[in-house]
């Protein structure tokens, strides 16, 4: 237990920008691909850059991809660093917090000041708890924060109103719970979060399911709940948070791509055309189905009407929660 501890500590800590993935960048479609990663180690941005360089590069899509972590901001210092730079040659890992931190304000740019690229997975969310946890199910865990609100202090690696938060907010909230007591403890990025969880530091984390399943794999956390309406195939007898108690809970985190601002025309075709060639490659097939990620795809125009959507949608329930004025 220490010893996991240990890692996954050293694993949100390190910067990683030197590693290099390889492969024939002759015969490769793109040549080099840099990946820009707004978080720390060990989070869900840093698993889908590195999982899908993974799979592009095994793939042979492209010949050399590279990795630079940037925290800082709530994933602002990322955005801002790579509208100034107007770097065409790197491809910056987003998902839904980039919608709820624009909304909050935390940074002032959104997904407007980019070139949205595509949607390429979805992530749903996941309530976690230690090995040696008392909360043994999620009813548990509701009875618990009913009694004592403070009591139940549960941690996320986003900010305090960002995703992470917003998860474990609606999931009291739709279990008959006053939705805005949540004691939210943030992190910087999910690999801290669930070093916290391990340590006794927090109750319950709030995280995406591809973040939890290895680890519940080995027996050192378990998954109360998952916040989709069917179960997850990568882990079948973890229940949903709508059958655990938490009626109509369903919340999807998209993860996906931008680039600088002005980027040409014929270079996001490529760059879209490269995303869409992975997903029939058993490449990708391996990458998605260890991290229990569902396939979407929605590129250029018709991810921008995604985004435009959930910020509406987002937007809304955030202001029923309290979040938003």
């Known amino acids: 237990m220490l010893k996991l501890l240990k890692i996954i500590l050293a694993a949100s800590s390190i910067f990683m920008g030197a590693t290099v993935i390889t492969t024939s960048?002759?015969?490769?479609?793109?040549?080099?691909?840099?990946?820009?990663?707004?978080?720390?180690?060990?989070g869900g941005w840093d698993g889908t850059a590195r999982g899908t360089g993974e799979a592009l590069t095994k793939a042979g899509i492209v010949g050399n991809a590279t990795y630079e972590n940037m925290s800082g901001g709530g994933g602002g210092k990322a955005i801002a660093h790579i509208i100034e730079t107007k770097d065409h040659g790197t491809l910056m890992v987003n998902s839904t917090p980039i919608v709820i931190r624009s909304l909050t304000k935390v940074f002032p740019q959104s997904f407007r000041d980019l070139t949205p690229i595509a949607g390429t997975i979805g992530d749903y969310g996941a309530i976690v708890v230690g090995k040696n946890s008392t909360l043994g199910s999620l009813s548990d865990l509701i009875e618990a924060y009913k009694t004592d609100p403070k009591s139940v202090a549960v941690g996320g690696g986003s900010v305090a109103g960002g995703m992470d938060h917003l998860i474990a907010a609606l999931v009291m909230k739709n279990a008959g719970a006053e939705a805005t007591k949540v004691k939210y403890i943030p992190y910087d990025a999910g690999g801290k979060a669930m070093a916290g969880l391990l340590s006794g530091e927090i109750?319950?984390?709030?995280?995406?399911?591809?973040?939890?399943?290895?680890?519940?794999?080995?027996?050192?956390?378990?998954?109360?709940?998952?916040?989709?309406?069917?179960?997850?195939?990568?882990?079948?007898d973890v229940p949903t948070c709508d059958e655990a108690g938490s009626k109509g809970t369903n919340f999807v985190n998209w993860r996906g791509f931008f680039a600088a601002p002005g980027l040409p025309d014929?270079?996001?075709?490529?760059?879209?055309?490269?995303?869409?060639?992975?997903?029939?490659?058993?490449?990708?097939?391996?990458?998605?189905?260890?991290?229990?990620?569902?396939?979407?795809?929605?590129?250029?125009?018709?991810?921008?009407?995604?985004?435009?959507?959930?910020?509406?949608?987002?937007?809304?329930?955030?202001?029923?929660?309290?979040?938003?004025?």
Not at 27 to 39: C, M, Q, S, T, Y
Not at 206 to 228: H, W
Not at 270 to 288: N, Q
């Open 203 to 236: 109750k319950a984390l709030t995280t995406g399911f591809g973040e939890a399943v290895e680890l519940a794999r080995q027996g050192e956390v378990k998954i109360l709940c998952v916040t989709s309406m069917e179960r997850n195939a990568a882990m079948k």
């Open 266 to 325: 014929d270079k996001k075709a490529a760059y879209i055309a490269a995303l869409e060639k992975m997903y029939s490659t058993p490449e990708w097939e391996e990458v998605r189905d260890r991290n229990g990620w569902v396939d979407i795809f929605n590129a250029d125009a018709d991810f921008v009407s995604f985004l435009e959507g959930q910020e509406k949608q987002i937007g809304d329930l955030m202001r029923e929660l309290g979040f938003l004025e």
């Open 25 to 42: 960048a002759s015969a490769a479609d793109i040549g080099e691909l840099k990946f820009l990663i707004p978080g720390g180690a060990g």
